[in-house]
T-cell receptor, first 114, second 114 residues
Framework: NAGVTQTPKFQVLKTGQSMTLQCAQDMNHEYMSWYRQDPGMGLRLIHYSVGAGITDQGEVPNGYNVSRSTTEDFPLRLLSAAPSQTSVYFC?????????????FGDGTRLSIL | DAKTTQPNSMESNEEEPVHLPCNHSTISGTDYIHWYRQLPSQGPEYVIHGLTSNVNNRMASLAIAEDRKSSTLILHRATLRDAAVYYCILRDGFSGGSQGNLIFGKGTKLSVKP
């Protein structure tokens, strides 16, 4: 019963490097999203997807790209990492647009950019 | 977007009930009240949600004021494992797109003393 799986759990990058954070879910959920959480703050939505082939921007999309080629996977790409992107990143999924469906979250990827 | 107001922190004793308040005076008729919690170093976890009537599940109870401008999450018997940040979130239950997303505030940090 894997749920939402995020890899890697930890990563250190240098400024300017690129990287893809992986997110996979095995619950056949249509809706998936990415959040970032900075120290002492709540989560902020980066990008979301309501189904395969459909993505949209959240509150803080700049510096991040996403794609949704399959129902199961929703990778988040940093094209040129910046220190301001140091954060903890959470992926979430739910059965559909989370109107009343609980969202299931992964355990997070802790990303440091030097 | 309708916003919520929660105390920054609360303390409780183990095995005693805990009442976590949330004010949402600008709630609209289609907004559901959701509660999530985040244990240290983990992703958020769904707790409960409701629209107008009080709700109970295995984790907690949700008491909603008659005018819906406030609600209270009730943990009937706090354990050390309940120490977490609790988020009260309003979400439009009938709209798709960005209106259906979760908007996290800073939440209430609950400490449980043995």
């Amino acid at each position: 019963n894997a749920g939402v799986t995020q890899t890697p759990k930890f990563q250190v990058l240098k400024t300017g490097q690129s990287m893809t954070l992986q997110c996979a879910q095995d619950m056949n959920h249509e809706y998936m999203s990415w959040y970032r959480q900075d120290p002492g703050m709540g989560l902020r939505l980066i990008h979301y997807s309501v189904g395969a082939g459909i993505t949209d921007q959240g509150e803080v999309p700049n510096g991040y790209n996403v794609s949704r080629s399959t129902t199961e996977d929703f990778p988040l790409r940093l094209l040129s990492a910046a220190p301001s992107q140091t954060s903890v990143y959470f992926c979430a999924s739910s059965y559909r647009q989370p109107s009343n469906q609980p969202q299931h979250f992964g355990d997070g990827t802790r990303l440091s950019i030097l | 977007d309708a916003k919520t107001t929660q105390p920054n922190s609360m303390e409780s004793n183990e095995e005693e009930p805990v009442h976590l308040p949330c004010n949402h005076s600008t709630i609209s008729g289609t907004d559901y009240i959701h509660w999530y919690r985040q244990l240290p170093s983990q992703g958020p976890e769904y707790v409960i949600h409701g629209l107008t009537s009080n709700v109970n599940n295995r984790m907690a109870s949700l008491a909603i004021a008659e005018d819906r401008k406030s609600s209270t999450l009730i943990l009937h018997r706090a354990t050390l494992r309940d120490a977490a940040v609790y988020y009260c979130i309003l979400r439009d239950g009938f709209s798709g797109g960005s209106q259906g997303n979760l908007i996290f505030g800073k939440g209430t940090k609950l400490s449980v003393k043995p």
